[in-house]
């Protein structure tokens, strides 16, 4: 059973950083494609960032150049580093798991999620 569970929400001031976690278990975390996203009060959730077993990484505009995802597959644990941090980056963030190798930065593709951890940045 696949299991995810994400750490390293906060509240921050913008310009700010944070660094999100994502512990996995249940599967063999090497063999999914990985993805971080977010959905703030109202809004759908969007994708932030992908990453393929083979290290590829796929981001969406809005956090080209201030987000990067990571991953390690020893400690079965994805990581999302949040750079210049706007207060529009408000959301819940959510990490995701997708058994098939590749695919798009869309929720609709992604099987396995975890319960989220909160992001704020204030103004």
């Known amino acids: 059973q696949v299991q995810l569970v994400e750490s390293g929400g906060g509240s921050v001031q913008a310009g700010g950083s944070l660094r999100l976690s994502c512990a996995a278990s249940g599967y063999i975390y090497s063999r999914y494609r990985m993805g971080w996203f977010r959905q703030a009060p109202g809004k759908e959730r969007e994708g932030v960032a992908s990453i393929t077993r083979d290290g590829t990484t796929r981001y969406a505009d809005p956090v080209k150049g201030r987000f990067t995802i990571s991953q390690d597959n020893a400690k079965r644990t994805l990581y999302l580093q949040m750079n210049s941090l706007k207060p529009e980056d408000t959301a819940m963030y959510y990490c995701?798991?997708?058994?098939?190798?590749?695919?798009?930065?869309?929720?609709?593709?992604?099987?396995?999620w975890g319960q989220g951890t909160q992001v704020t940045v204030s103004s």
């Open positions: 995701a798991a997708d058994a098939r190798p590749h695919g798009l930065l869309r929720a609709n593709d992604f099987g396995y």
